[in-house]
């Protein structure tokens, strides 16, 4: 048993989950207990989209164990067929169903449904939420690719590259992808297929047509690459292109396996400027710790030390997969990695190494708000926030500066709040009255101490006097709407000649005006 | 049951478990902590739902069961008497630990009750651990609190005093307890204790002068425990709109044979306010037509108040589990309008997309998707983060529903 206060990813089968939502014409037949539904508001709340994910749950209940829970996953299957007219249905377990063993694959099979079926056999006790994406994106190509020709490439004309990893709930996937579609376009290379993100099962059978794969996120693509340079000699990318020196590394690698000049992409970014220009100088040397995935972990190690001049004092990752590299990645930094999915390991490492500024995950923000250190977030977890209406990539030349926007934000108020610590009398930028939206060392309920001691003073004399009770009554009220509330009934006693506000006479003003 | 249909059409449902409930369970109760023995998926769940906050310590966490663990239930306890032991030494200020069952723990036959009496004496005197279901295959969202209450029910002190008290039970939002608490003290009921306690959870006394009355209608479990303790029941609609409160707090006074007049005079001045500010939203809500997917129970007390206050025309009203006894009462008032038991979603979701109904009231995995296709929302597990009960908060009860019929009317994009 393992104590987790969070979980830097989820069950291996929302990776399932995350793969049969980013396709189309695929369907997810999912056993698993009433509950696990919501997994569906990842995608409709956090990745806010506008289509429920294409999974029937068997929602089986502790009712249902006594009686044949075969054959509701059996129902389940041949319904959402019957409804949904899939071209691909995929079939799997979660962790409760996985206990149960009724064998969804066999169960699928026995049921002699017209559509091809890809049982996945998903280790919910042992494996994760990305290891389950990467296994499930495999099982797809494999199923949908084994008995296809290999075609006979005749190293004539034009180039074409499958992009490969994007999935639905990935940090800034959608923006990643139009950067390297214009990275590709500017080359001259043809885009055959883009898989998982908006593929169809006919997209994935023309796989193999493609001269080789641009791998962008390891985690989920590099086994299904990994099969089809086996099977198909296709070559693939082994440069993520995060950041500037990154992206111009992809860039040849991308030129070179197809045989173009790799000139026509090497375009414009404001990092290299910006972090030149002496406003920056005071970034050189702040002691940065880097936690997340290990593709997004390596991609800002880099970053961070060459691009920022920053001093990488800490790095790790939950990625169990690609340990090797993020150890790699230490040692020339003179660092040992922190290979752990335990929060509370990932802030005793922190605490122990004091930094500046923590490059994380969301998980890391709850450390960095307890430290009181500045946080940016580069890796998923990530929450609502970090899917943003904006196109905010972190690939490519532009999100090279989206990176150095976001990284440099939060400095810029630490800066403010070290001040502020330096001269913690000053009558307006007291300690409480923090000039930083990011909350770093704020509390609720400073703020909203602040709040009452900050009202303004009545503006006239005539402003009737509020009784203890009344006033406690008011301190009850959250306190960003609390001014209103205080105004509100104030203007209420006024119009009314009232002269002592009791508590009737606040809520008497509620009700008067609403809300 | 007058005139009310209940409908059953089982199938797939889109509800939580019951281990939502901690999301705001861990605020109400100040000195618990709530430990998950489950699978990841548990714990994403929760973090899911509660990590968009930022939290410096959160009460509450899972233990993960491993492959090792699923190997031999010996050891099993074990790892999670270490569990237990390393939390507790890293949050001394714990005083109340919930162990909570999970779909895993549950079908693997992990023995939580007798876990948390093991882990009791050892703790003895530092922390008390308590055991209850929040499992999927058990309980559904809300249910997770009447399980919670239920296991707490037999752990307070026997009420050993001749005089009469009153236990209202259920999660309130604090302001609410406070409103609640005033009235009682002027309606001139003395004796009134709230389950779940904020403070001290363990410590509100119980026994047969014991009444109680509910203030949500999720609570089988926690009525059956009372029951048990020798308290008895106050039927009565709950205390949602300013005739369900009314109604509420008259069947109190009753039960204290307090005359009704002196309910009357003390309720008069909030009631009239509660009218007044339900008038200004009953002008956006009445005629509207109104549609409830299974969520929380509140379904039915909501479809009554929506209805007879605010003049909205319940299309269907499913609820995940119809407690036909602690709703007598709301059924009598809701009168002809078919309930549906949780019933089965693809089947239900058709049916609203042939009604199209003025709003729509559903979990946040059906919200955006019937929004994109031009139906109005009001996600439902707002009803449970909200201070809705009670005369104060009758006209904020309203205006959740007019909210995202007003906002439709704004944008123009």
Known sequence: ?515 | MSGTDVLRDPGQRAVFCGLTGIVWLHRKIEDAFFLVVGSRTCAHLIQSAAGVMIFAEPRFATAIIEERDLAGMADANEELDRVVDRLLERRPEIKLLFLVGSCPSEVIKLDLSRAALRLSTKHQGRARVLNYSGSGIETTFTQGEDACLASIVPELPADKSDAPSLIVAGALADVVEDQFARLFAQIGIEKVAFVPARAAALETPVGPNTRFLLAQPFLTETARALESRGAAQIAAPFPLGAEGTAAWFHAAAAAFCIKPDVVDAAIELPRARAVKALARYRAELAGKSLWFFADSQLEVPLARFLSRECGMRPAEVATPYLNQRLLAAELELLGDVPVHEAPDLERQLDRAKAARPDITVCGLGLANPLEALGLTTKWSIELVFSPIHGFEQAGDLAELFARPLDRAMRLAV
């Open chain 1, 1 to 515: 048993m393992e104590l987790t206060l969070w979980t830097y990813e989820g069950p291996p089968h929302i990776g399932a989950m995350r793969v049969a939502t980013a396709m189309r014409n695929v369907h997810y037949v999912l056993h698993a207990p009433q509950g696990d539904t919501y997994a569906d508001l990842l995608f409709t709340m956090i990745e806010r989209r506008d289509k429920r994910p294409p999974v029937t749950y068997t929602t089986f209940q502790a009712r249902d164990l006594g009686a044949d829970t075969a054959e509701l996953f059996k129902n389940a299957a041949r319904e959402a067929v019957e409804r949904y007219d899939p071209a691909l249905l995929l079939v799997g377990a979660s962790c409760t169903a996985e206990l149960i063993q009724d064998d969804p694959g066999g169960l699928a099979a026995a049921l002699g449904l017209d559509v091809p079926v890809v049982p996945l056999e998903l280790p919910a006790y042992s494996k994760k939420e990305n290891w389950g994406a990467a296994e499930t994106f495999y099982r797809i190509v494999r199923g949908l690719c084994a008995n296809a020709p290999r075609p006979e490439l005749s190293g004539e004309g034009r180039k074409t590259a499958n992009i490969l990893g994007a999935t639905a709930l990935g940090f800034r996937h959608r923006d990643d992808l139009k950067e390297i579609h214009s990275i590709l376009d500017a080359l001259g290379i043809g885009i055959n297929v883009v898989a998982p993100w908006e593929a169809s099962p006919a997209d994935i059978t023309r796989l193999p047509e493609a001269d080789f794969n641009i791998v962008l996120y390891p985690e989920v693509a590099r086994t299904a690459a990994d099969w089809l340079k086996r099977e198909f000699g296709q070559p693939m990318t082994s440069a993520v292109p995060i950041g500037v020196g990154a992206t111009r590394d992809f860039i040849e690698e991308v030129a070179a396996l197809a045989g173009v000049d790799p000139t026509p992409a090497l375009s414009h970014s404001n990092l290299p400027w910006y972090s030149r220009s002496v406003d920056s100088t005071y970034l050189t040397g702040k002691r940065v710790f880097v936690f997340g995935d290990a593709t997004h972990v390596i991609a800002a190690a880099r970053v961070a030390t060459e691009e920022f001049g920053f001093t990488l004092a800490g790095i790790g990752t939950y990625s169990r997969e690609l340990a090797r590299e993020v150890r790699a990645v230490a040692k020339q930094h003179g660092l040992e990695a922190l290979i752990a999915d335990d929060h509370l390991a990932v802030e005793e490492a922190i605490r122990a190494a004091s930094p500046e500024l923590v490059l994380g995950t969301q998980m890391e923000r709850h450390i960095a708000k307890r430290l009181g250190i500045a946080c940016a977030v580069i890796s998923a977890p990530v929450h609502v926030q970090d899917f943003p209406a904006r196109h905010s990539p972190q690939m490519g030349f532009e999100g090279a500066n989206v990176l150095w926007d976001s990284w440099v934000h939060p400095l810029v108020m630490g800066l403010e709040e070290h001040l502020l610590t330096m001269f913690r009398d000053d009558v307006e930028f007291h300690d409480r009255a923090g000039p930083s939206h990011l909350g770093a060392e704020h509390k609720a309920s400073d703020l909203a101490q602040e709040a009452i001691a900050d009202e303004p003073e009545p503006q006239n004399d005539n402003v009737a006097l509020w009784e203890p009770e009344a006033e406690k009554e008011l301190s009850k009220i959250p306190f960003f709407v609390r001014g209103k509330a205080r105004r509100n009934t104030e203007a209420f006693a006024n119009e009314r000649g009232v002269s002592r506000i009791t508590l009737d006479t606040l809520y008497e003003a509620k009700a008067h005006y609403g809300r």
